[in-house]
C-alpha cells in the first residue's frame, strides 16, 4: 500500500511536529509512506469563497502531487473534505476522480481502513477535551452528532480511548462551531473570535488540561483566542498522542 | 397607567406568581444596557452584517442573553427528538412531501382553489407584494374598514404590508405579543417564531412606557403582559377585520392551517365578520393524511414544545362572515425554477436553523437587514436582491448543524457554498475578497512562489499565509494571538531528515 501525504498549508508553516507525528504513526503501522514535496494546498481558501475559478490550478497541481498513490492521507478533516466533496473547479477525469475517492482524514484512515486497534506505545496521562471540526462532524461524519437521531458513536474517541491513562473532559456544547471557518475567520473578525472565546471558555469549565482534535485550524484559532485571554490550556494534535506523545 | 392583574394570578400576600418559562422578577436598581440596533440600510448598497454583529456583540447583556436563550431552545429542541424513534424518518417524509408538492405545485393551487371556493371561500391570486397588498386593500375598503387585527406573517413583512396600510390609513394591530413588541418599537421581527427574542426585559418596559404607558421601572414580564392586554384589547374587540397568514395549505379539502401559542390568530380570524389569509404559495400540502408530519415536526424543531397551543384548521365563512384567502407568489415560482436553490421552498419556518446558528445567536436576527435572518436567509434573500443581499452568504462558517436540525432537509450549508459561487461567478463579490482569491490562487499554484511566500524571519504581522492576512489589515490578530512561527516548515524537515535518505538509499540500490 503506497500513501501520499498531504500536509495541510497551515501545518507545514506552524505546526510542522503534527507533520512529523502523521507520518511516524503511519510508519509505525508498515505503510510505505511518501511526501511529495511539491505540495501546497487544498484549493480549500479559494473555493470556501466562491472562487472557483480561482481554485483550478492548486486542484490540478494537487492531483499531480498525489495521482500516484493508493491512499492519501491528512491530519485535516477540512482539508480531506475540499478534496472528496468540493474538488469540482477542474474536469473530473480518472485521475481526479481516484485522488478524490482515496483521500483520508488522519483518524477515519487508522479507523476505518486499517482498523487499529492498539497503540501500546502511546500514554497520555492528562484530562483533554476533543473538538471535531464541523467539516469532519458533519460532512465526514467522523462522530455522530447532537442534531440527529442516531446512535452515538466517535471514531476519534474510540482511538484515543487506546491510549493509556487519558481521561476525557466534557464540554457543554461538544459540537458548536469555533468560529473559525476558514476564510469566515479573517472576513469576519468580530463573530469568529467571539464563538473562539465562548469555545475556550467551555473548555476552561470542562477542567481540561489539553484540547486535541483531528484539525489544526480549529485549534490554531482556539489556541489563538485562549492565549490572548490568558487561558491556560493547551492545544496539541490527535497525531501526537496516538504517536506517543508524552506532553 | 397601570395594569390591573387578573386575582387568580396573585398570591394571598399580593405577589405575583411564578408562571413557567416566563417567571420574572421586577428589575428595578439598574442601568439597562441600550438595546443595539440591527444592520444600517442605505438603499441598494450591500448589507454589511458583520457590522452590525459587532454592535450588537459590543451590548454583552444582549449577546448572552440572546445566546442562551436560543441555545436553549435548540436543547429542548433535541430532547423532544430524543422522545421520537421515528424522528429520521419524519424528516424524509416532511422532506419528500414538500418535493412531491412542489414538482407539482400548479395541479395543487388549482385543486386548493376549486375545493375552498366550494367551501365559500373567496381566493385571490398575487403575483408580488404590491399586488397583495393592493387586493387586500380594495377588500378592505369596499367594506369601510379602518381597522385590522392581525396575526404574525412572515409573508407580510416581505410584502412591506404595514407601511403600506398605515399609509393608506387603515390601523394595523398584531395581536402576537413578540410582534406587537417590534410593531410598537417600530423595528421588523428578528426572528421568525420569536420575533422580539433580541429584547431584554428592560427594553420592552421602555417601549411600551413610551406606547402605552406602562411603569418604566418595571420590566416585570408578567406585568408587561398584563398591561398589553389590557391595551390592546379593546382595540381587537372593535376591529373590523382580521389576518392571519397559514402554516399549511390543503388541496384536497380547500383548508388551511394556523398554528400559535398564542391563540391570537384565533382571535383575529374569529372576532371580526370578515377573515383574510395572506399565504405563500409554497405552503400547499396535498391532504390531510401529509398534515400530521408536519404538525409533529414543527413545534418541536421550533420551540422544543410536542406541538403548538393552537393548531387551528380554517375551512370557510362563518354564517354572515365572509373568508378571503390571498396566495402570494412574490418570487417564489422564479426560485422554483432555480436548479441549486429551489429546495429553499420547502421551508416551514420554524426557526430551528437559526436557534442553532452560532453566527445567528451571537449576532442578533436584525443584523442581517433583511426579512429573513439566519440560515435560511442566508440562502433566500439574495433571490430577492442579489446585490443588497451578497454579503449574507459569507455571514456563515459553514458548519452544518442548520441542515441536520431542518425538520424538512434543506441541504441550507451547501446552498450557502452554492451562493458564494453563483455571486462569485456574477461578479456581485467584494473586491477585496476577489483579489484576496486572485493572489492566493496564483500563489497556492506554484510549488516555487508558494514556498518564497513563506513567512518564515520575517516580521510578526505576516506569520500567517498570504490570503488570511493580504489585505494587510491583520483581521485575524485583534482578538486572537498570531500563532509562533517554527524554526523550519514540515517541508525543511521533511526535505532535510527523509528526502536525503531516500536519495541515498535509492542511489544504495542503484549502486
Ligand atoms: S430552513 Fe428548515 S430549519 Fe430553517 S426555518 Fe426553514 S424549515 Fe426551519
Redesign the pocket.
Known sequence: MKVGLFVPCYVDMFHPETGIATLELLERFGLSVEYPVDQTCCGQPMTNTGCEREAAKTEELFVRNFGKYDYIVTPSGSCTNQVRNNMTAIEQTDAVKHVRSRTYELVEFLHDVLKVDAFPWAEFPHRVALHNNCNTLRNLRIASMSERREEPFSKPKALLGMVKGIEFADLTRPDECCGFGGTFSVFEEGVSAKMGQDKVTDQLKSGAEYVTSSDSSCMMHQEGCARRMGANLKYIHIAQILNGARA | MTAELHEELTDPHGEQLDHGAASSRPLKSRIAEPQPRGAKIRGNRPVDQSEAANRFMAATEHEAMHDARLWDLRQKRDKEMHGIEEWEELRNLASGIKEHTLSKLDYYLELFEKNATANGIKVHWAKDGAEHNAIVLEILRSRGVERLIKSKSMLTEECGFREFMAHNHVEVIETDLGERIQQLDDEAPSH?VVPAVHKLRTDVASVFAKTIGSDPDNADAHYLTECQREATRPLILSAQAGMTGGNFVVAETGTFVVCTNEGNADLSANTPPLHIASIGIEKLIPGLNELPVFIRLLSR?ALGSPITQYTSHFRGPREGGEMHVVLVDNGRSERLGMEKFWPGL?????????NTCPVFRRSGGLSYGATYAG??GLIIDPTFNVHKYRNLPYSSTMNGS?TN????K?N?HEQIADWRKTLAGDGEISPVKKVMMKAAGEVLASPVVYRASLPLGRSALRHLPHFMLYNKLNTWGRKRDIPETPKQTFNEWYRKNRKSQEKSQSEGENS
Open positions: 421568525v424543531s420547502k421551508c416551514i419556518r420554524c426557526g430551528a436553523c437559526m440560515p435560511i442548520c436540525v431542518c425538520p424538512v434543506i441550507i
